[in-house]
């Protein structure tokens, strides 16, 4: 019994060491931010690997030989990876050195990369939409556009997505209704005062709000990147035309 009960709990170490979210630290660039298949890297030496990225707390051991996946990189180009350790599975970080050497150009894509996704995320915090962002930016920015439309011609097919901006227009009306006053009268000697409520019939208004149409976007896509943005006063991107560089291949 006690021999299974071990096993259990350490399984059920493993399993937290490799499924516990990842504790997100200023200054590192997430790899699953991008939908990036993360490299597997090849470990050249046993190494150190620690839980946080100033690598003050020791985490374990790196287990040589094995291959880790790459999780996140640090400003300083510290990598925190996915892999087993001689104490157990651990997501950690540990030196660049202790691993086969990324593709080439990877770290630098990938920095240019975390720069256009803060950019991108700054927009769409905004509801705003910006030349050079995806399909799939678009519609967290906007939503659903209330029309979608396809062009050809020889230069390829292009995807048009329409949005039209409401204001509510408060709208109101005066009529004849039920009206209510309510007098205040305060105590004397002879009476401990109080509140009257007269009622009558009069004139009273309400008011409503109409959703009316005050302006339209139309957002063009080509190989689901925004080609051109085409816009009349009052849309939703405020007249103003922003541009981003476009997603980029970091391997």
Known sequence: MKTVTSIGLALALLTTAFSAPIIREPGVIYLS??????PRL???????????VAQTRYAG??????????VAISAEGTFRIRGNAQQGGVVAWAPPEAFE???????????????RRIAVEALISQNEVAIGMTIDEVGRSLGKPQKK????????????????????????????????TTI????TTNFPGGTITQGGVGLTSSTIYVKVPVGKLAVTFADNVVESLDQSEGTTVGGRVSVVVPPITVY
């Open 33 to 38: 931010d991008f939908a990036l298949k993360a």
């Open 42 to 52: 090849k470990v050249m030496q046993p190494t150190g690997c620690f839980f946080d």
């Open 61 to 70: 051991t790196l287990r040589f030989p094995q291959a880790v996946e790459l």
């Open 101 to 115: 050497p990324l593709p080439e150009k990877f770290v630098e894509n990938l920095r240019k990369s975390e720069e």
């Open 149 to 180: 439309t396809n062009r050809a011609d020889k230069n390829g097919t292009q995807q048009v997505w329409e949005y039209i901006k409401y204001a509510l227009v408060p709208q109101t009306t005066v009529g004849p209704g039920f009206t209510q």
């Open 184 to 187: 205040n009268i305060a105590p």
